[in-house]
Structures are given as structure tokens and as C-alpha cells.
């Protein structure tokens, strides 16, 4: 394996393979207006972690994608949106 920098030609030959890996994007929209539940599945698939979730978008979850609801609604609670 080798890496190569961002920009650049190269040739590939039959049966090499390439893996790219980017970055995510920003989103769209409020992330606190996110389904708690469809944020405990990205924590259960490795998207996102959780300090990230309740960070970023205001949900309490556990590693294993367990949502908390009542402590998710505490952090949602009295944020205004933005």
C-alpha cells in the first residue's frame, strides 16, 4: 500500500485498486432538529461518536447505540435553534 497526495496523474494497472477516503460534509439544516434515532444508529455504525452526538446534536446515547430519551430531551430543552 502507498499513499499519494490529494492532487494528482497517475496510471493504474488492471487488477490495482484504489481506496479513497474524504472527509463528510457539514450537513444540512439545524443538527439539533435531527431524529435522536436516526443519530443513535450513525453512533451504533461508527458515524458518529458519543460525545459527538450529545455535542453536536443534543443526544444522549451509549456506545451501543442505546438512546437516552429523557436525557436527550434535557439537552434539546431551552436551545434555540442555529
Not at 438512546?67 to 434539546?76: G, H, S
Amino acid at each position: 500500500m502507498r499513499a499519494i497526495p490529494g492532487k494528482v496523474t497517475t496510471i493504474m494497472r488492471r487488477g490495482e485498486l484504489l481506496t479513497h477516503h474524504q472527509a463528510g460534509g457539514g450537513g444540512h439544516g439545524d443538527p439539533f432538529t435531527r431524529a435522536p434515532e436516526a443519530v443513535a444508529r450513525d453512533v451504533w455504525n461508527g458515524k458518529v461518536t458519543v460525545a459527538a452526538a450529545r455535542a453536536h446534536y443534543g443526544v444522549a446515547v451509549d456506545a451501543s447505540g442505546v438512546l437516552d430519551p429523557a436525557e436527550t430531551a434535557k439537552l434539546r430543552s431551552g436551545r434555540t435553534s442555529g
